[in-house]
């Protein structure tokens, strides 16, 4: 090829590539359309991901939840891995009789329930065994909480159903109610006394309170004295049910996630030592600051069943249960582990539990029993909780009171007993630090 062409195509090229012989081509249009269309598939799979993933955290959190709810107390997770067929029955019917029906005034009673070893009515009542209800029968209604409700029992080893054994061997049939409730406090027991009182054909020869272990537990959980059990629980849903009905974003706070949360923060709290700001330690000087109002709570509505029973024309008792932190039970090794499992879970209860009892021991009233030490002398394994009972303490129990029916009624008629003191805490002068009688 010549110089010439050669240069000439250089020429060609070089005036093709200027930019001034470059023909004008119009700029591209923006697909809006295709990138909406992008972005909203985009956003739709991060959506979707966000949603299995929350679902995925609240499943998780309810099952926890669920199972943690369902979990036995620890001072029985020892004993039902060793029991035997019936006693693997029993603990599957508490589980499924754990079940609460809201009542007017009393808050809860039980649900129903119709098993081979628990059997609960309409009304929420246990079944009693050996109890006759015939007409004319002494009738003896006996109030309390889990204990006297028989957590750890069937039907035939709760205290009512050995206390109308004992009224049926001796020859003198019996109407034994047991009107005990789980996490029952003093003050429900008397409103439920009323209620039954009001709306009843027959009315009781005898009521009987056996009390102690709630009183004092109330006071641990809430910090406060007479209030019930989970006080805070009820009064922060009840306050918050006006917020819900609010637009926005409260219901979260329902979720198990939210709660979850929660729950890891009280724990990182704690860690940090923030306990004390959080309220999760109790030390003796709280166990002290309550004990007196718990006593003095205690009392008073001793007094108001007094004043009912002149009315209605019935023997009041009240007695305090034996209790693991504030006997001097012999503790046996299953029994040890018990109390060092409830200490990790509750930390500071046994404080609170002694103080109360001891102002319990120091009040002289006579329709007042402290039981506190009646199982003292006992070697063999007795308690399943801190105060909950095998068959044979429940036994123990059911004989002691059984015992105490049958002595005749205190020489100070019904309603007539000196009323407690009117200062808030302060014994009267009936019941200074004077020896109880029994």
């Known amino acids: 090829m010549s110089t010439s062409q050669e240069t000439g195509h250089e020429r060609e090229s070089s005036l093709q590539l200027s930019p001034e012989n470059e023909v004008a081509r119009p700029p591209l249009a923006t697909d809006y359309g295709s990138l909406l269309r992008a972005f909203a598939v985009r956003l739709c799979v991060a959506l979707t991901l966000a949603v299995l993933l929350l679902a995925a955290v609240e499943m998780y959190t309810y099952w ?67 109890s006759d209800c015939s007409p004319g029968t002494f009738t003896v209604w006996i109030f309390g909480d889990s204990v006297m409700w028989g957590w750890g029992s069937p039907d035939s080893e709760t205290i009512p159903s050995l206390v109308a054994a004992d009224y049926e061997q001796a020859g003198k049939p019996a ?122 709570n205690y009392e008073q509505n001793m007094d108001i069943v007094s004043l009912l029973a002149k009315q ?29 499992a409830v200490h990790k879970k509750f930390p500071g209860m046994e404080l609170i539990y002694r103080a109360a009892y001891e102002r319990c021991r120091a009040v002289s009233r006579p329709d007042l029993y402290y039981l506190g030490d009646l199982l003292d002398n006992v070697q063999t394994q007795l308690y399943m909780g801190v105060a909950h009972l095998n068959a044979t303490g429940n036994k123990i129990a059911a004989d002691k009171l059984f015992q105490i029916l049958q002595q005749p009624a205190n020489a100070i008629p019904a309603g007539k007993s000196p009323l407690v003191s009117q200062t808030r805490g302060v014994p009267s002068s009936k019941s200074k630090a004077s020896q109880h009688p029994l």
């Open 312 to 340: 209605y024309g019935f023997r009041p008792i009240f007695a305090w249960y034996p209790n693991m932190a504030v006997g001097h039970k012999p503790l046996t090794e299953e029994e040890e582990e018990v109390r060092r």
């Open 64 to 130: 926890r939840g669920t199972e943690n709810q369902n979990a036995l107390e620890p001072e029985v997770e020892t004993t039902i891995a060793q029991g035997n067929a019936d006693e693997q029955q029993y603990w599957r019917e508490q589980k499924a009789a754990q079940k609460v029906q809201y009542q007017p005034y009393i808050l809860w009673r039980r649900a129903p329930f119709n098993g081979h070893a628990i059997s609960i009515d309409a009304d929420g009542v246990r079944r009693t065994l050996h």
């Open 175 to 296: 109407c034994i109610i047991n009107y005990g409730e789980k996490g029952w406090a003093s003050t429900q027991e008397l409103i439920a006394l009323i209620e039954l009182l009001k709306h009843t054909d027959r009315r009781p020869n005898a009521v009987l309170f056996y009390d102690g272990g709630t009183e004092a537990f109330t006071a641990w959980e809430n910090r406060q004295d007479d209030v019930h059990s989970n006080y805070l629980e009820f009064k922060n849903y009840f306050e918050g049910l006006a917020a819900e009905k609010k637009p926005g974003f409260s219901y979260l706070r329902q979720t198990n996630t939210y709660r979850r949360l929660e729950h890891i923060a009280d724990r990182i709290s704690a860690k940090l030592g923030h306990g004390e700001e959080s309220g999760t330690s109790f030390t003796e000087a709280d166990a002290q600051k309550l004990a007196p109002g718990i006593m003095w």
